[in-house]
């Protein structure tokens, strides 16, 4: 993981942490904790992350807590003791600098940085490297110290610069030489690491400017700077590349704050990874009841959908806590494959408790947040590279479908943004469709190195054989208006229109014979998959039973009356 050629030998690394945290509020300021974890145990994962193995700890203020903390989390670090360090910061990079005996790599253990700044600083050559930033975002300019450039060249360093170009990011790539300036600096009464600075360029060294603009770094100074780093690093532990439209817009949006709370309360990534699993089993419970308490389906799927967000902030207390471990990724994949797997068992039992419902008549397919439905997690399926897994979710998620086309219930899908995939497959799947007009429809798989096979079958039954290949082999997306001309869709509204719409289709349906449209619907998905003979035969049977039923001879009667008829389902 390191970042030299093996022929150069990596730098010591050297973590000032001899100081007091007064500012912070706590005795001392290494053991402050920050999102999950002290400020040195990040500051030590962060080197050991660019490959700096041998890390010195230069320690002050409160050193037997420190040796203690070290000794307890069994840390490879050596530990070295600064008396002096009510002198100034300058003191504890001297004593840092002589234990280290060659180049090092000095860092401030209050200032949390990204892995990417020490790789930078690390490729220079220069006897004397210091890490600055030009545009910086996260730290409190009128605090922090100042340098003037002259190009690459640093040619001054002060917090009072009148006329500067960046400010100091707390690292510093320095050869052992460094060490004998800083003791001439404490000499002449010249205390801080700023001062040993000046005296370098003063007595003719060069200091070489490593720009840090767009990482992040941020120096952790008060109890507002706790909480700003906290909010950034869980935010950027929540970036995912994989994330689908869904996870990006809606799902990351509330996980963050959670994933953010519960870390402050010292949530543990396992701990999380348990709660979500419980979580999930819990709206599957609720799904299920849908049978006896209708309203238990519309709960659960709120509970579902919570259970979404929640299943991503294990992941990103981990992250932001460096506490990513195989185990915990294990715990994740095996929990998260049987959550799944409930959630799915009962959205199948679900539909069929609707199917045996005489009391609802028509069936709305709704998505939530901005997409109606992004498909398959990407995420979970590039995890788990395993063709069973594979294999066992897109059955699962077939036999849901199959069982919307089974209902005996017109199933209406009612499309208020994005139906990519599995998506594109539910609108199809789905007996109508009303979509708005800015919604689009793609079976984007081929772009993502799959073939969506699985939408293939049901979208070739609801378009040309042409038209379904075109999507299937690029991955665009058509807009509403093709999908309304292709026959896609049944019709295309404005979105303030879409609820309206949607419902009036409904009303319209719910209101005729619910066996005569039960026997219309599965006459026509029967047609699909005999000859023409046995479709006949199909036609002449259901033609033959709806004559004989009460909502025939009821719809004869209102024709004969003039008045709506009363459809009753038998």
């Given at each position: 993981?390191?970042?030299?050629?093996?022929?150069?030998?990596?730098?010591?690394?050297v973590?000032?942490?001899?100081?007091t945290?007064?500012?912070?509020?706590?005795?001392?300021?290494a053991l402050?904790r920050?999102?999950?974890?002290?400020?040195?145990?990040?500051?030590?994962s962060?080197l050991r992350a660019?490959g700096i193995?041998e890390?010195l700890?230069?320690?002050?203020?409160?050193k037997e807590?420190?040796h203690e903390f070290?000794r307890?989390?069994g840390?490879?670090?050596q530990?070295?003791?600064?008396d002096?360090f009510g002198?100034?910061n300058g003191s504890?990079?001297?004593v840092g600098?002589?234990?280290?005996?060659?180049?090092f790599l000095?860092a401030?253990?209050?200032h949390?940085?990204?892995?990417e700044a020490l790789?930078?600083?690390l490729?220079s050559?220069?006897?004397f490297?210091?890490?600055?930033d030009?545009?910086?975002r996260?730290?409190?300019?009128?605090e922090?110290t100042?340098?003037?450039?002259?190009?690459?060249?640093?040619v001054a360093?002060?917090r009072?610069?009148?006329?500067?170009e960046?400010?100091d990011?707390?690292?510093?790539?320095?050869?052992?030489?460094v060490a004998?300036v800083?003791?001439?600096?404490?000499?002449a009464?010249e205390?801080?690491?700023n001062?040993v600075?000046r005296?370098?360029?003063?007595e003719?060294?060069?200091?070489e400017?490593?720009?840090?603009?767009g990482l992040f770094w941020?120096?952790?100074?008060?109890?507002a700077?706790?909480?700003?780093?906290e909010?950034?690093?869980?935010?950027?532990a929540?970036r995912k590349?994989l994330?689908?439209?869904?996870?990006r817009?809606?799902?990351?949006?509330?996980?963050?704050?959670?994933s953010?709370?519960l870390?402050?309360?010292?949530?543990?990534?396992g701990a999380a990874t348990?709660?979500?699993?419980l979580?999930?089993?819990?709206?599957?419970?609720?799904l299920t009841l849908?049978?006896?308490?209708?309203a238990?389906l519309?709960l659960?799927g709120?509970?579902v959908?919570?259970?979404?967000?929640?299943?991503?902030v294990?992941g990103?207390?981990?992250?932001?806590?460096?506490?990513s471990s195989?185990?915990?990724g294990?715990l994740d994949?095996?929990?998260d494959r049987?959550?799944?797997?409930?959630?799915l068992?009962?959205?199948?039992?679900?539909?069929?408790?609707?199917?045996?419902?005489?009391s609802v008549?028509?069936?709305?397919?709704?998505g939530a947040g901005?997409?109606?439905?992004a498909?398959?997690?990407l995420k979970?399926i590039?995890?788990h590279?395993?063709p069973?897994?594979a294999?066992?979710a897109?059955?699962r998620?077939?036999?849901?479908?199959?069982?919307l086309?089974?209902l005996?219930?017109p199933?209406i899908?009612?499309v208020?943004g994005p139906a990519?995939a599995a998506g594109c497959?539910?609108?199809?799947?789905c007996?109508l469709?009303v979509?708005?007009?800015?919604?689009?429809?793609?079976t984007?798989?081929?772009n993502?190195g799959?073939?969506?096979?699985t939408p293939?079958?049901?979208?070739?039954r609801?378009?040309s054989?042409?038209?379904?290949?075109e999507m299937?082999?690029?991955?665009?997306?058509?807009?509403?208006?093709?999908?309304?001309a292709?026959?896609?869709?049944n019709?295309?509204v404005?979105?303030?229109e879409?609820e309206k719409t949607?419902?009036?289709l409904?009303?319209?349906i719910?209101?005729?014979?619910?066996?005569a449209l039960?026997?219309?619907?599965?006459?026509l998905?029967r047609s699909a998959?005999?000859d023409?003979?046995t479709?006949?035969?199909?036609?002449?049977?259901a033609?033959?039973q709806?004559?004989?039923?009460?909502d025939?001879?009821?719809?004869?009667?209102?024709?004969?009356?003039k008045r709506?008829?009363?459809f009753?389902?038998?």
């Amino acid at each position: 993981m390191g970042v030299m050629p093996p022929e150069f030998e990596s730098p010591v690394g050297v973590i000032l942490a001899a100081g007091t945290g007064s500012r912070l509020g706590v005795g001392s300021k290494a053991l402050a904790r920050l999102a999950g974890i002290t400020l040195l145990e990040r500051a030590v994962s962060t080197l050991r992350a660019v490959g700096i193995e041998e890390i010195l700890v230069v320690v002050g203020h409160e050193k037997e807590r420190l040796h203690e903390f070290v000794r307890e989390r069994g840390f490879c670090v050596q530990l070295v003791e600064n008396d002096d360090f009510g002198l100034g910061n300058g003191s504890s990079a001297l004593v840092g600098a002589r234990a280290a005996g060659r180049r090092f790599l000095l860092a401030m253990v209050d200032h949390v940085v990204d892995p990417e700044a020490l790789r930078r600083l690390l490729r220079s050559e220069a006897a004397f490297a210091l890490a600055v930033d030009s545009r910086p975002r996260l730290c409190d300019v009128d605090e922090a110290t100042k340098v003037r450039l002259q190009g690459p060249r640093v040619v001054a360093v002060k917090r009072e610069l009148d006329v500067w170009e960046a400010v100091d990011a707390g690292l510093a790539l320095c050869d052992a030489e460094v060490a004998d300036v800083a003791e001439r600096s404490l000499a002449a009464g010249e205390q801080s690491w700023n001062a040993v600075k000046r005296r370098w360029l003063g007595e003719g060294g060069e200091i070489e400017a490593v720009d840090l603009e767009g990482l992040f770094w941020i120096d952790v100074d008060t109890p507002a700077d706790r909480r700003r780093a906290e909010r950034t690093l869980v935010s950027q532990a929540a970036r995912k590349p994989l994330d689908g439209p869904v996870s990006r817009l809606v799902n990351r949006r509330l996980s963050r704050p959670i994933s953010l709370l519960l870390l402050r309360a010292g949530v543990s990534p396992g701990a999380a990874t348990v709660a979500t699993f419980l979580f999930a089993l819990a709206a599957a419970a609720v799904l299920t009841l849908g049978v006896v308490w209708p309203a238990a389906l519309v709960l659960g799927g709120i509970l579902v959908q919570l259970a979404s967000i929640l299943d991503g902030v294990d992941g990103e207390i981990a992250r932001a806590s460096l506490r990513s471990s195989p185990f915990g990724g294990f715990l994740d994949s095996v929990l998260d494959r049987a959550a799944d797997a409930a959630l799915l068992a009962a959205l199948q039992s679900a539909v069929h408790d609707l199917a045996r419902d005489e009391s609802v008549r028509v069936v709305v397919i709704a998505g939530a947040g901005k997409a109606f439905c992004a498909g398959h997690d990407l995420k979970e399926i590039h995890e788990h590279a395993d063709p069973r897994f594979a294999k066992q979710a897109f059955e699962r998620c077939q036999a849901i479908m199959t069982g919307l086309t089974q209902l005996p219930q017109p199933v209406i899908a009612r499309v208020h943004g994005p139906a990519f995939a599995a998506g594109c497959q539910l609108v199809a799947q789905c007996d109508l469709a009303v979509a708005v007009t800015d919604a689009r429809f793609a079976t984007s798989g081929v772009n993502y190195g799959i073939f969506c096979s699985t939408p293939g079958v049901p979208l070739a039954r609801n378009i040309s054989r042409k038209r379904a290949l075109e999507m299937l082999l690029t991955g665009e997306p058509i807009d509403a208006a093709t999908a309304l001309a292709w026959g896609l869709v049944n019709r295309v509204v404005p979105a303030a229109e879409l609820e309206k719409t949607t419902r009036a289709l409904a009303a319209r349906i719910a209101a005729g014979p619910p066996g005569a449209l039960g026997l219309a619907k599965a006459l026509l998905n029967r047609s699909a998959t005999v000859d023409l003979a046995t479709s006949r035969g199909f036609e002449a049977y259901a033609q033959a039973q709806s004559v004989t039923t009460d909502d025939h001879a009821e719809g004869v009667r209102a024709f004969l009356e003039k008045r709506a008829p009363r459809f009753r389902g038998v």
